[in-house]
């Protein structure tokens, strides 16, 4: 097998396309092969040891990736060769094999796109909890997306739509606004050039947003909650901007607004009976076409340090997908 090896966390060139011996499923794991794997922030900062979670070294990036069953360890009785699957495994992903725990892999769905369901279940499945489970998102209700033409921020416009609310989508140039708006934003923003407070006023006649979707945080995340709404749901998701935002907490309380902290992962974890409700949710969403990954460009496995690149540099629009064909 290949993969991208990191030694050393010390950035994205300390990662480096390696051939290594194929490893043997044990008790309770599979062996997949990889067809397809997503990029995903954290696989970024993970690379450059700046992600809360730290794998042992040397360890192989990449956390979710769709594939076939190639070998199946003891005990693994719902699994057999050739089946095709999606794994979310934290880590392993940017290779051409991969070791894994068969509780973290799920049988993939009939007429799910293999390239689709490598991007769906991080991206999906964080804002699926985010949106239903911790803002609890009525129809009618107007949510802000930020960083909207992002991985995470792409699929809050798909679904906060699918749910009946109506979007306001935020991004950093047109390009990406166009974008926003051909997925169904109802209205776009660009904070390059706006002034994204009196922009809030006027598209929600002076109310603000009831739930703010923010992947961002950095400087954006005090004016924001500044603009909420009475009750407003400011969700925080991530700092992809880089620094963490310290908020007065006299502003939630002028607003009676709630700060509502997001980890999927931990979710997953924790509860994974709900998480397994809420990904056949999306499963059926995607089946009725309500949610569909938003692949900006597919490329090959081995040029993992130009996605890093892509996505680092803020070019990327939707997901980017590394395939081994
Ligand atoms: N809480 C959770 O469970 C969870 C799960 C998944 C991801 N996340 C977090 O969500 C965030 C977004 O992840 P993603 O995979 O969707 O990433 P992504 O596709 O790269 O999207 C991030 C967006 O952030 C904006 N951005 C602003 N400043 C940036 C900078 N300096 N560098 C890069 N992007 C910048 C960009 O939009 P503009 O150019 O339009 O500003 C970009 O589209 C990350 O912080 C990630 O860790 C959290």
Known sequence: MHAWLCENPTGVDAV?????????????????????????FPDLLIVQNKYQMKPPLPFVPGSEYSGWIDAVGEGTVHFKLGDTVVAFGGTGAFATHCCVDAKLVMPLPAGFAMNDAAAFVLTYGTTQHALVDRAALKAGETVLVLGAAGGVGT??????????AKVIAAASTDAKCELC????????????????????????AGKGP???YDPVGGDLAEPVFRSIAWR???????????????LPLNLPLLKGASLVGVFWGEFARR????NARSLAELASWYREGKVKPVIDRKLPMTELKQA????????????LVLCND
Do not use: C, H
């Open 210 to 212: 009831d739930v703010v």
């Open 16 to 40: 480096a396309w390696k051939e290594l011996p194929t490893p043997q499923p044990g008790a309770g794991e599979v062996l997949i092969a990889i067809k397809a794997a997503s990029l995903n």
């Open 232 to 246: 407003g749901r400011y969700l925080v998701i991530g700092f992809a901007q880089g620094g963490i935002p310290a």
């Open 308 to 319: 890093f690149e892509l996505m680092s540099t803020r070019t990327v629009r939707g997901k």
């Open 271 to 274: 509860e994974p009976a709900a």
């Open 181 to 204: 708006a051909q997925l169904g934003a109802d209205a776009t923003i660009n904070y390059s050039t706006a002034n994204l407070r009196d922009q809030l006023k006027a598209l929600t």
């Open 155 to 164: 699929a809050a416009i798909q679904i906060a739509k699918a749910m009946g």
